[in-house]
């Protein structure tokens, strides 16, 4: 029984009809037409004692009465709970059947209380709450009709494709033209329905598009790798509709049959030069169409979805989605991928297998096996590979690091004859860069001997050749020259003519002398 004492007191305090609805678990429309009729018929708060709740809802409904004892169920309150995701009579029954026996009343069976809600789903015209829950569907699908746009320099007309998706609950529809059906205008005509209707359904319904879904079979369904992860940045489930079965998604056939002629039709003989115009016509008339009463029942499209089913929406994520296409690749020894003009580096390791490579317009990621092992910020061009450090052999990395400074800074720890030997290698050609091999190369030489042989090595180049070659250093090494002690070296004593045999020029003249 509806709780009148309750809603009449709530209501004369200034409550608002959802609160106090919520309240007395009644609906809002309950409530509006008992205070209505309580102000019509002049009963106000506080009620005197002796009134009761069956002698206020004899003043309000004196029509209204209970047979043989019986409580009757308050169809609307259970007609809006039905809206929600998971309700059915049985529940709802079992709650009304608890809440007789609380007030000592007998209740309906539950094969009656099912009739009585159907009557009531028939008199009042009101959408029978089974099938479709609200915020639960969305269906899409391409209108089969399309619009033209004219080149405004050469006067080529353009085809233009609508696309129409539609809440399955509420009938509330949108229409975008674009200039094709590729993913790319299939994915940013769902973004931007999402957009239009300020929330995002359960369950999206589309047909078997090849841009949507790759196969769809009674064992099997493989969607498109993009339309699975717009599905699953906004939070929703794709089923497509059976092959070949359009009643799966009859709202949308619908909707496109009356956008058809209500939209399309209707601007059969306008011209438009660009798809911004088209749209803001289409969105003109669109408000025309959502707006227009229901011939069957009170209302419209758009008075359905404020007041039934865009509180059921799930809420809109924190960004939209960016479309992003799908590839794969194969890594050559390179380690680098090719997107566009750019070419851009993946871990050495994975030379040889196969990845997948996402592209947005400001983001290139590689994954192996799901799991993301490279990511690179976008670029519209570059002549030079996009290598990141991480990604190449120690070797590769320690070439990246090589100039002047390192190899000087690095020789002056070896030795002085080594310094000496770097200078050498980085002055003599033209160009400083090309010494670079030359000095990489006596530091692998180092690796392999020892410093302070590579230290002997260059001094005993140098004194062979004020210029020695890395060839020199390495025939020094090979043949252990660098470790033999150097007998030319150590003190040359000083001749003077204090000591041996000093013969004048008189001795160089010829004569008897000789």
């Known amino acids: 029984m ?3 004492r309750e809603i009449i007191r709530l209501k004369s305090q200034n409550y608002s009809n959802s609160h106090v609805a919520i309240s007395v678990r009644s609906s809002r429309n309950t409530v509006s037409e008992v205070w209505a009729l309580a102000q019509d018929k002049g009963i106000a708060w506080p009620f005197p004692v002796a009134l009761k709740d069956e002698d206020i809802q004899q003043l309000l409904f004196p029509n209204k009465i209970q047979t043989n004892g019986r409580k009757m169920p308050d169809y609307e309150y259970i007609h809006h709970e039905m809206a929600k995701s998971g309700v059915t009579l049985t529940l709802l029954w079992s709650e009304y059947s608890i809440c007789c026996n609380n007030e000592h009343l007998i209740p309906y069976q539950y094969t009656q209380f099912c009739d009585n809600y159907h009557s009531f789903i028939a008199k009042t015209k009101a959408t029978l709450r089974i099938k479709r829950k609200p915020g639960e569907l969305m269906e899409v699908d391409w209108a089969g009709n399309t619009l033209s746009i004219y080149d405004e320099i050469t006067g080529e007309e353009i085809t233009a494709y609508v696309f129409v998706a539609s809440l399955s609950c509420s009938l509330y529809g949108y229409a975008e033209a674009f200039p094709n059906m590729k993913s790319e205008s299939w994915i940013k005509a769902h973004i931007h329905a999402y957009q239009f209707f300020g929330g995002v359904t359960r ?6 598009l090849k841009t949507g879904v790759i196969k769809n079979t009674r064992l099997e369904l493989i969607l498109n790798k993009t339309y699975q992860e717009m599905a699953e940045h906004y939070g929703t489930a794709i089923i497509p509709a059976r092959p070949l079965a359009p009643k799966d998604k009859p709202t949308a056939e619908g909707t496109v049959g009356v956008i058809s002629t209500w939209i399309i039709a209707a601007l059969r003989n306008r011209k438009f030069f660009s798809f911004e115009e088209l749209n803001l016509a289409m969105h003109e008339k669109l408000k025309e169409f959502n707006e227009k009463p229901f011939q069957k029942k009170k209302g419209s499209r758009l008075s359905a979805f404020e007041e039934e089913e865009q509180s059921f929406l799930m809420p809109l994520p924190a960004s939209i989605y960016e479309t992003a296409v799908w590839s794969t690749a194969t890594i ?3 380690y680098l991928i ?3 003009n750019c070419k851009y580096s993946v871990p050495y390791e994975f030379i040889g297998k196969s990845v997948d490579i996402r592209s947005t317009n400001n983001c290139i990621e590689v994954f192996y096996h799901n799991n ?4 690179h910020t976008r670029k519209n061009s570059s002549m030079e590979p996009i290598y990141l450090p991480e990604h190449m052999p120690e ?4 070439y990246l690091t090589w100039n002047s400074e390192t190899f000087l800074e690095w020789a002056a720890n ?3 004859s080594t310094l000496l030997v770097v200078r050498t290698f980085l002055t003599f050609h033209k160009v400083e860069q090309q010494g670079y091999k030359a000095c990489g190369s006596l530091m692998k030489l180092a690796d392999k001997y020892s410093l302070e042989r590579i230290e002997n090595a260059c001094s005993r180049a140098l004194s062979y050749t004020p210029s020695p070659s890395l060839k020199n250093i390495q025939t020094i090494l090979k043949n ?4 033999v002690k150097d007998e030319t070296k150590g003190d040359i004593p000083v001749r003077t003519g204090q000591y041996g045999f000093t013969r004048g020029a008189s001795y160089f003249e010829g004569g008897a002398n000789q």
């Open 414 to 416: 070896v030795g002085s």
């Open 372 to 375: 993301r092992i490279a990511s």
């Open 203 to 208: 369950i999206l319904v589309p047909d078997n």
């Open 338 to 340: 090719t997107v566009g």
């Open 480 to 483: 252990g020259q660098d470790m």
């Open 395 to 398: 070797k590769h990395q320690r």
């Open 2 to 4: 509806v709780n009148y």
């Open 332 to 334: 050559q020894p390179d």
